[in-house]
């Protein structure tokens, strides 16, 4: 809307033309405007879209690595499962033969 003394000092087709004018300028700068705010956003997008990604490689390397971590780990505990059972059985062993030994003597000593 143009005020009535700029009607007036311009006349009214001219007025006219200066309102088309303004509405024009206006439209073309909201469109530019869209256009950069679209491709800024366009660009942020990209950009956490690419950290988002990085950040996932990371966790997928970190997740490998305490994998790797947990088997070895698991692995030297059967290890240790296994040296508790030979240690256990030569033990038994020992025990049975020494047990033997004593009773073939009380055997002897008795009989």
Do not use: C, P
């Not at 405007?33 to 966790?59: C, G, P, V």
């Not at 997928?60 to 059985?89: L, P, Y």
Request: charged fraction near 25%.
């Amino acid at each position: 809307m143009i005020s009535k003394s700029i009607r007036d000092a311009l006349g009214e087709e001219a007025s006219k033309s200066l309102l088309e004018l303004m509405n024009k300028i206006h439209t073309i700068g909201r469109k530019n405007m869209e256009e950069i705010m679209t491709q800024k956003f366009d660009r942020k997008l990209s950009e956490e879209s690419k950290a988002f990604s990085n950040s996932i490689a990371e966790l997928r390397v970190e997740m490998g690595d305490m994998r790797t971590e947990i088997k070895s780990e698991m692995w030297n505990g059967m290890s240790n499962i296994h040296s508790a059972i030979i240690s256990q059985t030569r033990w038994t062993i020992s025990s049975i033969f020494a047990a033997g030994g004593f009773y073939f003597a009380l055997a002897k000593i008795f009989f």
